[in-house]
């Protein structure tokens, strides 16, 4: 199963935390963040809709960005 980190801490979300991604499309995830379902895009790393932190990562993606 896919889980996005925080790499990039907001309101209530500190660095580090992560969640796991419960649907997938083309340019989105979709995790419960805050007790609602939030989707997140791909591209940015931000919830739709939102510009200030928090931001995301996928886990996978950031393992081999530290490599």
Known sequence: MTELICTEPGIVIELGTTFQVLSENGSEWEILLGNEYRRINKRSGRVTGWKTPPK????????????
């Not at 990562?57 to 530290?66: F, L, M, Y």
């Open 56 to 67: 995301f990562e996928c886990k996978d993606i950031q393992k081999q960005n530290v490599k």
